[in-house]
């Protein structure tokens, strides 16, 4: 099977660009091009994701939308007077959290419902993010959408963890590298658009907290089952 064949899930603020412009480096996968966007491969190719500790995934995406004013939802700062800092106490975090799906159960959702991209150029496969949601907010999810995000997780190719990243990025490779040689064998394990933000407070944590119970639930199963999910074999 061709490594065009492998699907990508990435969620947000799990090192997914540094992954991606490693393996185009190491294998030239996935080749540029234009996407167009079809669930018509989804369950037919080799699925694979990494996963983070949801608060702190969260807190980062938050920070990520603050600083960034192209983010669909920097929206949420554009009117307060703490627009280029963010104050965890400020009454403009709970709009961003009322009003922008990534940061509420953001990994059950994509895991559970992710769009397969095809690029009809290359024939590249690789998935993109999930857009079908309500309409520029947060969106409840049921324990039915935990319940297949964890059963389509069990057929992922392979799911790494952020907090393991440069430890889960080699074995990664390792696995790949059994069916296919890579152009360049070494490839220095590299962090994109990595920063340092304060320290998450108490107050906003615990709102994180409330808000990704079903990714906590999805993270957790992760860490206990990360050796059983990833001994599957190429398909």
């Given at each position: 099977?061709?490594?065009h064949?492998?699907?990508?899930?990435?969620?947000?603020?799990?090192?997914?660009?540094?992954?991606?412009?490693?393996?185009?480096?190491?294998?030239?996968?996935?080749?540029?091009?234009?996407?167009?966007?079809?669930?018509?491969?989804?369950?037919?190719?080799?699925?694979?994701?990494?996963?983070?500790?949801?608060?702190h995934?969260?807190?980062?995406?938050?920070?990520?939308?603050?600083?960034?004013?192209?983010?669909?939802?920097?929206?949420?700062?554009?009117?307060?007077?703490?627009?280029?800092?963010?104050?965890?106490?400020?009454?403009?975090?709970?709009?961003?959290?009322?009003?922008?799906?990534?940061?509420?159960?953001?990994?059950?959702?994509?895991?559970e419902?992710?769009?397969?991209?095809?690029?009809?150029?290359?024939?590249?496969?690789?998935?993109?993010l999930?857009?079908?949601?309500?309409?520029?907010?947060?969106?409840?999810?049921?324990?039915?959408?935990?319940?297949?995000?964890i059963?389509?997780?069990?057929?992922?190719?392979?799911?790494?963890?952020?907090?393991?990243?440069?430890?889960?990025?080699?074995?990664?490779?390792?696995?790949?590298?059994?069916?296919?040689?890579?152009?360049?064998?070494?490839?220095?394990?590299?962090?994109?658009?990595?920063?340092?933000?304060?320290?998450?407070?108490?107050?906003?944590?615990?709102?994180?907290?409330?808000?990704?119970?079903y990714?906590?639930?999805?993270?957790?199963?992760?860490?206990?089952n990360h050796q059983?999910?990833?001994?599957?074999?190429?398909?």
């Amino acid at each position: 099977m061709s490594l065009h064949k492998l699907g990508f899930v990435h969620i947000p603020k799990t090192g997914g660009t540094s992954i991606s412009s490693m393996l185009y480096v190491r294998y030239r996968w996935p080749p540029p091009g234009a996407h167009k966007f079809s669930n018509e491969f989804e369950g037919r190719i080799p699925l694979f994701t990494f996963v983070r500790d949801p608060i702190h995934r969260a807190y980062s995406y938050m920070q990520m939308a603050n600083r960034n004013r192209d983010n669909p939802f920097h929206k949420f700062y554009r009117s307060c007077e703490h627009e280029r800092a963010i104050v965890q106490t400020c009454h403009c975090v709970d709009s961003f959290l009322d009003g922008c799906y990534e940061v509420n159960n953001a990994m059950c959702q994509q895991i559970e419902s992710p769009k397969i991209a095809h690029s009809w150029k290359t024939s590249t496969v690789q998935s993109a993010l999930y857009r079908g949601r309500q309409k520029g907010g947060s969106k409840e999810i049921s324990n039915l959408v935990y319940q297949r995000a964890i059963e389509k997780l069990n057929n992922f190719f392979y799911v790494g963890i952020f907090e393991d990243f440069d430890a889960h990025v080699a074995t990664f490779f390792d696995k790949i590298d059994l069916y296919f040689e890579p152009e360049i064998k070494s490839t220095k394990i590299q962090h994109a658009n990595k920063s340092e933000y304060p320290p998450i407070e108490p107050e906003l944590a615990e709102k994180l907290r409330e808000r990704n119970q079903y990714d906590i639930k999805l993270y957790e199963y992760v860490k206990e089952n990360h050796q059983r999910i990833n001994i599957k074999e190429w398909k």
